[in-house]
């Protein structure tokens, strides 16, 4: 079973860049995809992005589009934040999503049941 550990949240100005982590024990880095979501207070747990299995493929919510990218390493995955706006503040979480093998280059969908596993999240304050 794969546990994930959020890292790299904190409070920023608007227009700074934040770069989280999440990393992942108890599986091989390539058998599993990872999504990332987000919820502010008050507000519904919403999908931000996601990596596939093999690390080949993406896909980025249009509302941070052109601003975040996903990407992962050999040990770690990660979320780039750049050109931070209020609106971005909340917490942060990363998810992990188990496809068979034949459908690791396939993206996992934006809704959460797509995703098995879930960090603790990471606080992403942005201030004005």
């Known amino acids: 079973q794969v546990q994930l550990v959020e890292s790299g949240g904190g409070l920023v100005q608007a227009g700074d860049s934040l770069r989280l982590s999440c990393a992942a024990s108890g599986m091989p880095i390539g058998s599993y995809a990872v999504g990332w979501f987000r919820q502010a207070p008050g507000k519904e747990r919403d999908f931000v992005a996601v990596?596939?299995?093999?690390?080949?493929n993406t896909n980025v919510a249009d509302s941070v589009k052109g601003r975040f990218t996903i990407s992962r390493d050999n040990t770690k995955n990660y979320l780039q934040m750049n050109d931070l706006k209020v609106d971005d503040t909340a917490v942060y979480y990363c998810?992990?999503?188990?496809?068979?093998?034949?459908?690791?280059?396939?993206?996992?969908?934006?809704?959460?049941?797509?995703?098995?596993?879930w960090g603790q999240g990471t606080q992403v304050t942005v201030s004005s």
């Open positions: 990596i596939s299995a093999s690390g080949g």
């Open positions: 998810a992990a999503s188990f496809p068979p093998p034949w459908y690791r280059n396939r993206v996992p969908g934006t809704g959460r049941s797509e995703y098995g596993a």
